[in-house]
């Protein structure tokens, strides 16, 4: 371990600080909770590097800067799930215009139900940021329609759940496919 627990600890505390004191208004619980577990998650595989590998660099302290390298390095040979959601609670805490739609789109294709995640990111830039999400997320949501098999079947099973949450991004979900901006959801 190149790095101790209780470094990485103190690293994390000062990234929810920062996000706390940029984002204290969302009441968006499950994208916190992403960004917060995911970088946690993320900071713990950077600790795992040998201590010659290049990405340390001068010092041999975990950033967020060295995080996304090492998310850009390791993504481009695989998707695996984890490198996704730390790629993704990267862009959300940066709160990119993309809103890690890219890797939103390989989480979905293994699990359908993540699609509700991708609704409430691109709703989360755009609400942060100010940067209207609306084009990039019906690009991403008409690219899966047709690479996904039964897409639509899928989401009216959602718009049917028991689970509100699964059942608004359903709904808001077949709006923006039908040209609704997030702005008037």
């Known amino acids: 371990m190149i790095v101790s627990q209780a470094e990485i600890d103190a690293y994390i505390t000062d990234v929810l ?5 940029n984002i204290s208004n969302s ?6 909770e992403i960004i917060i577990k995911f970088i946690g998650q993320g900071l713990l595989c950077l600790n795992l590097l040998s201590e010659d590998d290049p990405l340390w660099g001068n010092n041999k302290k975990p950033t967020l800067y060295k995080l996304g390298e090492y998310v850009e390095r390791v993504s481009t040979d695989r998707h695996n799930e984890e ?3 730390i790629a993704i609670a990267l862009s959300l805490y940066y709160c990119t215009n993309g809103f890690g739609r890219n890797h939103f789109e390989h989480l979905i294709r293994r699990d359908f ?3 509700h995640l991708m609704m409430r990111a691109a709703r989360w830039v755009w609400r942060s940021s100010g940067y209207d999400t609306t084009g990039l997320l019906r690009e991403s949501l008409e690219k899966m329609r047709l690479n996904i098999p039964e897409f639509d079947e899928k989401l009216s099973l959602l718009s049917n759940s028991p ?7 359903a709904i808001q979900i077949s709006k923006i496919l039908t040209g609704t901006s997030l702005a008037r959801l």
């Open 163 to 169: 689970d509100k949450r699964f059942q608004e991004s």
């Open 17 to 21: 600080r920062t996000y706390n004191g």
């Open 83 to 85: 490198i996704c959601w």
């Open 113 to 115: 139900n993540h699609i």
């Open 27 to 32: 009441s968006d619980k499950e994208i916190r």
